[in-house]
């Protein structure tokens, strides 16, 4: 699979993910090596010295097409409201291999959908059982939150006894939203909020801790509506609940909206102009009257790089003083 | 860190210290994790029953405070059984005579006795460590929020020179910061002793280069730490602060004195996304933007440099923290001018700022993010620090010896109080507050023993006080051998139980960061919850 991905070959793929153990639960990807009789799933079969694959022959197209039959035969296709349209693989592949109905028609199992905890829904009608988020979050986050349940056709991933995720070790990492490849783990808060071609992904980095995981907002209509993963950082996807869940306070109605002055111990709107007018008047008069070491200023370790080199050099050049340092020695 | 986090995955052996990595960095946590299913093996020294205990081969659940006796300790060993790296420390390192001696007095047995740990565990824990290929040292706040925390600081770093453990892929000590960009704000000089990258204000070249480069006459001594601001600010030797996104009121140390000192100032300007406990006692109070309103960089603890991205457009008048600036300096007559925003402001700074100077915001898109020193524009970064020797010539040994902790409980206050974090809410709560983690966790919980809430008479979920000298909270409870007896567990994310009342401001000496960890307290129950006739109610029903 990796050797395919640096060539430039695509191989689909629902259940293969690099920062995981692989189970070739899917068998989407399986080719056809010269020489062997079956066909190899891509994701567990090392390349080897001369070997010759071909990843997209009859017969390799014609196994593919069976498998997504197989999977839609059992899945909650009504795709016109889905969270995901458009930006799932198993439309994606159905369409690439013109897989646009299935013979296997029996009965749909519906499940209800989860809806309980604060920040996703899980809804199992949906599930393609990929594995992916049992082994994420086996093998990342070490929560164990999720396995198989049931055998053959009545097969449901899910947490151990079907809990509600609470009842469990799960920490709300929402790792398990981001690898799901269908749209069984959905985060809330996108719920009905737009289609995703509509949504515009903005790459940036977490506010919260200092591990300083990359993540992308997504944005609709000049509001964040949710986050989704970026690999482009040393955290390679992985979030925990603060970065993935923790942004709501950007849209707080607390949000401090204009300056503001207390007169008579009341504090009362004014505009930028006067403000700074105000304080510049006042630390002019204190730096006239007593000097520079009668300032300090705190700088934040939640502003960037920029913004405290330019707080220090405003201490030191416009306020003359060196008492300056940030609260986060802690 | 002087190694990149993603190293963890490579080295042999990890030893954690002070550090609930699994709640405060996650994702680093992940990693240790993930290295321990690997095969690797980690050593834990944590008062408290923290997650990774589950994980670790040895636990050393050593007091609060006897850091350096548990690190010498181990030193004490690797020296005894000759486990150490003779051949690294004589060509790179130095004070090793002066170091000999001290870990010498640190027996087993004597740490055993200051620590409470068991000597055998100490024995074996030196050799996981000291025998490892590769070995890394995590720590965080647990480690340098006491009074002797510099110290501590430099009994981690002994022990990771004594056995050759820097300088490698895979090897090092790796200081986890505790809020996003606290690497970036110590980068970029928000600090009274030094100008960005490090160089001091004591220096007479350095100071003479920034009064060329900025064209104004710079102070000559320098400034305050914030701990000595608050000091200052209450003896009215300061008049004016300006603070920029922080909440001192409830992240420092002796929370009633911070607000004394902040109401005693002439003039307190405050600039931030929202009213804080600290913005409620300013004059004037300036509105600024969240991360997602503006362009510019944060450096996380492994020093990479990272693109932060405008996302949306402010819908207030608040403006970024950086325009702020700007415009107050012209109000007072000097010349800024930066219209070409984050972008151009970088490049001043990597001007001024070798270990910055070869970073531009165009190579950031580029590139993605760079480790410092990245000196100029065709260096690649640095992952690990220290390949080719240190810094300074020599890695230094530091002879360090355990001091008990300023305040130590007695009868009148007879439990140890040490604070931390949680998962689920961050730093002063004022962001995590606002968003759905509050669902999760919305009031504090402190930690108990069992034995502790039975002398007490404390019931998991009571409300009860938390007294120290310096002032008094009610908290609710849970009774847990998380913590060991004797000791009570608190965090500082609830203004509604703003725990930094009861803490020290006795700063260490060096670093002068305060000791929040440790403090002693009394505890006493106000409120049963629910009643107790009705919980034994329950209990019949149980019963029956
Ligand atoms: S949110 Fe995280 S911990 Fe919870 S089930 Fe998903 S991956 Fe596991
Ligand atoms: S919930 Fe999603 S990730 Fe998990 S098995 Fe189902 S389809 Fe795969
Ligand atoms: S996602 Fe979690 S671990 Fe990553 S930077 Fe944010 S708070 Fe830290
Ligand atoms: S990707 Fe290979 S089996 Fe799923």
Known sequence: MKAAEENGIDIPTLCYDERLTVTGACRMCVVEVKGARKLMAACATPVSDGMEVLTESDRVVEARREILRLLIANHDLRCLTCERNGDCRLQDYCYRYKVEDTPYKGAVIEYPVDTDNPFFIRDYSKCIRCGKCVTLCAEINGAHVYDFMHRGFDTKVTSAYDDTLQETTCTFCGMCINVCPVAALVEKSTLWEGRPWEVKKVTTTCPYCGVGCQLKLKVKDNRIIGVTADRSGSNLGDLCGKGQFGWAYVHSPDRLTGPLIKRNSAFVKVSWEEALNYVAARFTDILNRRGGQAFAGLSSAKATNEENYLFQKFMRTVLQTNNVDHCARL | ?544
């Open chain 2, 1 to 544: 860190m002087t190694n990149s986090i993603n190293e963890i995955l490579e080295t042999d052996v990890i030893l954690v210290i002070g550090s609930n990595t699994t709640e405060a960095h996650p994702v680093t946590g992940y990693r240790i994790k993930q290295a321990v299913r690997n095969g690797k093996q980690l050593i834990v020294a944590d008062p408290r029953r923290i997650e990774l205990v589950k994980y670790a081969d040895i636990w050393l659940r050593h007091r609060p405070g006897t850091d350096i006796a548990l690190l010498n300790g181990l030193a004490h060993v690797i020296l005894r059984d000759d486990l150490w790296d003779k051949e690294f420390v004589a060509e790179r390192c130095e004070g090793f005579e002066e170091f000999e001696k001290t870990a010498a007095k640190y027996t087993p047995e004597r740490v055993a006795e200051i620590t409470g740990v068991d000597a055998e565990l100490i024995e074996q824990a030196a050799h996981l460590y000291g025998e490892a290929e590769k070995a890394t040292i995590i720590y965080a706040m647990g480690i340098t929020q006491h009074t002797s925390g510099t110290h501590n600081v430099m009994a981690v770093a002994n022990l990771a020179i004594l056995t050759g453990n820097v300088g490698r892929r895979g090897t090092g000590v790796a200081p986890l910061r505790g809020q996003n960009n606290v690497q970036g704000a110590c980068d970029m000089g928000c600090l009274p002793n030094y100008y960005p990258s490090y160089q001091p204000v004591e220096d007479p070249a350095a100071r003479s280069k920034f009064e060329r480069f900025w064209q104004v006459k710079l102070p000559e001594k320098p400034g305050l730490t914030v701990t000595e601001m608050t000091d200052a600010a209450r003896r009215g030797k300061l008049k004016c602060m300006y603070i920029m996104g922080e909440n001192p009121v409830l992240s420092d140390p002796d929370g009633n004195h911070v607000v004394e000192a902040l109401q005693n100032l002439e003039f307190l300007v405050v600039q931030d996304i929202f009213l804080t406990e600290t913005a409620q006692l300013a004059e004037v109070v300036l509105p600024a933007v969240t991360f997602a309103e503006k362009d510019g960089t944060f450096t996380n603890t492994e020093r990479r440099i990272q693109m932060v991205r405008k996302a949306i457009d402010t819908e207030s008048k608040a403006k970024p923290d950086w325009q702020i600036i700007t415009e107050l300096a012209q109000k007072m007559g000097h010349p800024w001018q930066y219209p070409g925003g984050p972008a151009q402001i970088m490049g001043e700074i990597a001007q001024c700022a070798p270990l910055y100077g070869g970073i531009s915001h165009q190579r950031l898109e580029q590139e993605g993010g760079l480790h410092w020193p990245c000196p100029t524009p065709s260096h690649p970064g640095t992952l690990y620090l220290h390949a080719d020797g240190f810094a300074r010539g020599k890695g230094r040994f530091h002879s360090v010896e355990y001091l008990p902790p300023a305040e130590e409980p007695d009868e009148e206050y007879p439990l140890i109080l040490t604070t931390g974090r949680t998962l689920y809410q961050f730093h002063t709560g004022t962001m995590s507050r606002r968003s759905r983690l509050e669902e999760l966790r919305s009031e504090e919980l402190a930690m108990i023993h069992p034995k502790d809430a039975e002398i007490y008479g404390i019931r998991d979920k009571d409300t009860i006080s938390v007294e120290s000298r310096r002032g008094k909270v009610t908290t609710k409870v849970q009774v847990t051998d998380q913590v060991p007896p004797g000791i009570v567990f608190m965090t500082f994310h609830f203004k509604e139980t703003p725990t930094n009342v009861l803490t020290i401001a006795s700063t260490d000496p060096v670093c002068r960061i305060p000791e929040l960890k440790v403090c002693a307290v009394r505890v006493e129950k106000i409120i049963s919850n629910p009643p107790v006739d009705e919980r034994d109610n329950y209990v019949g029903v149980y019963k029956q």
